[in-house]
């Protein structure tokens, strides 16, 4: 299901906030998600086609906004039979909700470079609010001299608060658990100013 960011990332709605534009990097980010089977071990996923704006407000970061958009269709569990069923109707629903989106909506402190972000996540036809625990970096210059910034964010949700359950038989026993954790490691560019045209 999500390790979304989710994919990582704060905040409160955008349009009225001043600060720089940043764009996330998905050759240097990942969104993935774990989730329990049949009580004994974890199966890890990710979703492989993901992007994402942030505002930052230099100064303060309680002071940003995020919105993030995942592609249901790149789920990857490296397992092509599961990611084909997670796809189906039984789970995600892919052809019906092909994205899952966040969207940030308040952003706290938590400790130094540390940020307790609530946003909306849109699931399988469903919205409900969620909150991240978020890990900032300081910014540092690219190779090409761009500016860059790191967040890693996790939380956790109830996959049936987002309707996502299947074979009522099985739902009885623990081939699958409720509970899914997600995971996301952010790498973020800051948008250059553009040049005045001559």
Do not use: Y
Not at 124 to 147: N, Q, R
């Amino acid at each position: 299901m999500n390790k979304l960011l989710f994919a990582a990332l704060a905040l409160a709605p955008g349009a009225a906030l001043a600060g720089s534009s940043w764009n996330i990097d998905p050759a240097h980010s990942s969104a993935g998600f774990a989730v329990r089977h049949l009580v004994i071990s974890q199966v890890r996923g990710e979703f492989r086609k993901f992007s994402g704006t942030l505002t930052l407000d230099d100064a303060d970061l309680t002071k940003a906004a995020v919105e993030a958009t995942l592609d249901v269709g790149s789920i990857d569990t490296r397992d092509a039979g599961r990611d084909g069923h997670l796809k189906s109707p039984d789970f995600f629903d892919a052809a019906k909700f092909p994205t899952i989106t966040f969207k940030s909506t308040k952003v706290a402190k938590a400790g130094k470079d540390k940020l307790k972000v609530t946003g909306d996540l849109t699931l399988h036809g469903v919205t409900k609010p969620v909150m991240l625990e978020v890990s900032a970096s300081p910014e540092i210059k690219g190779m090409m001299g761009e500016t860059r910034r790191g967040f890693s964010a996790t939380t956790k949700i109830n996959r049936k608060d987002f309707g996502l359950t299947w074979n009522k038989i099985l739902e009885a026993g623990p081939a699958v658990g409720d509970e899914v954790t997600i995971s996301l490691d952010i790498e973020a560019v800051k948008d250059q100013p553009k040049a005045p045209a001559k």
